[in-house]
């Protein structure tokens, strides 16, 4: 069965700083796509980034982008340039079939 | 881009109260739609697989005969919580995704809805 953990129950980053969120899964597929979604306070589920594991090229959008080693089963968030509204809780989540299986995500606080 | 849309955002209601929740898809056909349940500060817990025309499958421990599910359309799925109980409060979220571009292994992500928050008193 596949898992997916998320270790940092909460983080915290200054305004403009950079912050790592880490996620790791396990799985015996080869494969299967990942992703990081971002759900602010207002309940909303918001796509923030997508990798496909058979690109080994990490994907970025904008000041995201991710840390995929597909060996280690690991695929980290990073935030540049972090803003205000970047507070959110972040889910990392896998899909292999048609489901997506959710990370218990990480509170992000953005501090002024 | 891919919409979709839950109604109602908010319901609070009485014990033993059986409350429906829609989820539309209004730009795309979604064969497949899913359910989630969050509990405060928790992840996504999908609740069951909304299968179009056909029966929908429930993840292991939820009650199919509590959470009826009916996917009648290409762009509509409903959740009628039946016989609610203060137990059942929860925030619930629908997802779909767009099936024209295919079923499985497509890079196309899940959309969700803005969730519906229930209150049973």
């Known amino acids: 069965a596949q898992t997916v953990t998320q270790s940092q129950p909460e983080m915290s980053v200054q305004e403009a700083e950079t912050v790592t969120l880490s996620c790791t899964y396990d799985?015996?597929?080869?494969?299967?796509?990942l992703f990081w979604y971002k759900q602010p306070p207002s309940r909303q589920m918001i796509l923030v980034i997508r990798?496909?594991?058979?690109?080994?090229q990490n994907a970025t959008e904008n000041r995201f982008s991710v840390n995929f080693q597909k060996a280690a089963k690991s695929f980290s968030l990073k935030i540049s340039d972090s803003q205000l509204g970047d507070t959110a809780m972040y889910f990392c989540?896998?899909?292999?079939?048609?489901?997506?299986?959710f990370g218990t995500g990480t509170r992000l606080q953005v501090f002024p | 881009g891919a919409v979709v849309s839950q109604h109602p955002s908010r319901v609070i209601c009485k014990s033993g109260t059986s409350v429906k929740i829609e989820c539309r898809s209004l730009?795309?056909?979604?064969?497949?739609m899913f359910w989630y349940r969050q509990f405060p500060k928790k992840s996504l817990m999908l609740m069951a697989t909304?299968?179009?025309?056909?029966?929908?499958?429930?993840e292991q421990g939820v009650e199919k005969d509590k959470f009826l599910i009916n996917h009648a359309s290409l762009t509509l799925s409903t959740l009628t919580v039946t016989s609610a109980h203060p137990e059942d409060s929860s925030f619930y979220i629908c997802?779909?995704?767009?099936?024209?571009?295919?079923?499985?292994?497509?890079?196309?992500?899940?959309?969700f809805g803005d969730g519906t928050r229930l209150s049973i008193l």
């Open positions: 997802s779909a995704r767009d099936t024209a571009h295919g079923q499985f292994l497509s890079n196309q992500p899940q959309h």
């Open positions: 799985t015996s597929e080869n494969n299967y796509y």
């Open positions: 990798q496909e594991a058979y690109k080994q």
């Open positions: 989540a896998f899909r292999y079939t048609d489901k997506l299986i």
């Open positions: 730009d795309f056909q979604a064969t497949t």
């Open positions: 909304s299968n179009e025309g056909s029966k929908a499958t429930y």
